[in-house]
């Protein structure tokens, strides 16, 4: 039989577990299974630095898949992500979205540039670059299909996941290519503690 100190003590200890474990019952993404380590990646930005998915951990990161020619759901997902941090306020310094371009010929540093200032993307939004033999990798650790529509029109299809990877490096969620900002707020300040 157990010591009432003893059974007090395990009863506690299963409790935190518990309420430990269940970090995204409340988030709007939907929550991936297992809750494993984002594969890692270092892609260019805009100005050739080197940015790693590993380098931005402490931080809860987006990590979405655009094109800068898109006609509908990329510049509807830039513009979710951007105003979150706008409405994140000082919340902002915990973030950070990573866009990895489904691209590689079109998304040029002057065409990403461009894009960048035409969206006001905020500066903890990194519009990431490379070529197919860079990119592809990336895109197969996400499960992302790429590939062009029509050569001419410059359109690609491609899937518009957006995943939320968590301080330590995990993915914790997925989100659709129609999520609004606020579900994208709401996730941050839950799981930041607000």
């Not at 299809?157 to 995990?170: C, K, P, V, W, Y």
């Amino acid at each position: 039989m157990l010591r009432p100190a003893l059974l007090s003590a395990l009863t506690l200890l299963l409790a935190t577990t518990a309420c430990g474990s269940d970090r995204t019952a409340d988030l709007a993404g939907t929550e991936l299974p297992g809750q494993e380590a984002a594969p890692d990646f270092a892609l260019a930005d805009t100005e050739g630095t080197t940015v790693r998915l590993s380098d931005e951990r402490g931080k809860l990161v987006f990590v979405t898949f655009l094109y800068t020619q898109c006609p509908d759901v990329c510049p509807f997902i830039a513009e979710s992500l951007n105003r979150a941090l706008v409405e994140l306020g000082g919340d902002s310094e915990s973030v950070r979205v990573l866009a990895v371009s489904v691209d590689p010929e079109g998304d040029t540093a002057e065409r990403v540039r461009e894009y960048a200032a035409e969206h006001r993307l905020r500066p903890e939004f990194t519009y990431l670059i490379g070529s197919r033999r860079e990119l592809e990798p990336v895109w197969r650790d996400y499960g992302i299909a790429a590939f062009a529509a029509d050569p001419e029109s410059r359109l690609v299809d491609h899937s518009a996941q957006t995943f939320l990877i968590d301080e330590d490096g995990r993915r914790l969620a997925v989100y659709g290519a129609s999520t609004a900002t606020a579900d994208f707020v709401h996730d941050v300040q839950a799981l930041l503690g607000r």
